[in-house]
């Protein structure tokens, strides 16, 4: 019983292949998506997160090859059927959100297929991969309301705070006009919104404060 259920449903022929297939596929759409003419010009959260979601659509378009390739073209119609229709009818979020949607619902169709394999390996690197991506939680501050002669010194201020409690700053944006700054940054995963608003209360002097607004990054 062991021997069939393996034989039928494991696949362990086709793992070894679908393995090497599935890790070229990720680190191919590294190269792309850590371009450094890209990457190295992001400006905003969407560009920053870009690259996860072209790594998860890497995790899609391997497993839409692999079930393909074993049981023919005409599931692949089916397959990019169902992602159009999650993505413009189905209220997601953002495109990462979508393609974990689509993942999500490609594995179980690889189950219904008798594809554990593909399902198994697929579910384990898309965890791992989460892990790993989202420890650190994406932020974008915008503060404004600056007195102008105490300008620099208070955006030196929020920043030597931000990197007290080991955040990493990604961009900076000084508006000396507008007597206001931008930062967006990644903090530790034990540091939450509420920490570090408390820091900014307890820790900036009263004379630097400026009213912070926040932009967090959706997972």
């Excluded at 030597?160 to 961009?171: D, G, S």
Aim: aromatic letters at 12%.
């Amino acid at each position: 019983m062991m021997q069939g259920f393996v034989q039928n449903y494991m696949g362990y022929e086709q793992l070894g292949t679908y393995l090497i297939s599935l890790f070229v596929a990720l680190i191919l759409a590294a190269i792309i998506a850590f371009h450094p003419q890209t990457y190295g010009k992001k400006e905003d959260i969407n560009e920053i997160e870009a690259p996860k979601t072209l790594i998860f659509y890497a995790i899609i378009g391997s497993l839409v090859g692999a079930t393909v390739a074993d049981y023919g073209p005409e599931l692949g119609f089916i397959f990019f059927g169902l992602g159009g229709l999650m993505r413009f009818r189905t209220n997601t979020g953002t495109s990462i959100q979508t393609g974990r949607l689509i993942l999500v619902a490609l594995i179980g169709l690889c189950c219904g297929l008798k594809m554990l394999y593909i399902a198994v390996i697929s579910t384990l690197v898309a965890w791992i991969l989460i892990y790993f991506l989202e420890r650190r939680t994406l932020y974008q501050i915008e503060i404004k309301g600056f007195k102008n002669k105490l300008f620099l010194e208070s955006v030196s201020a929020y920043r030597r705070l931000l990197k007290k409690q080991k955040c990493n700053i990604i961009i900076e944006k000084k508006n000396l006009d507008k007597s206001k700054v931008s930062f967006i940054f990644s903090s530790p995963p034990h540091l939450r919104r509420e920490s570090l608003e408390n820091s900014f209360n307890q820790q900036i002097p009263e004379e630097n404060r400026g009213s912070v607004d926040w932009n967090v990054g959706v997972k």
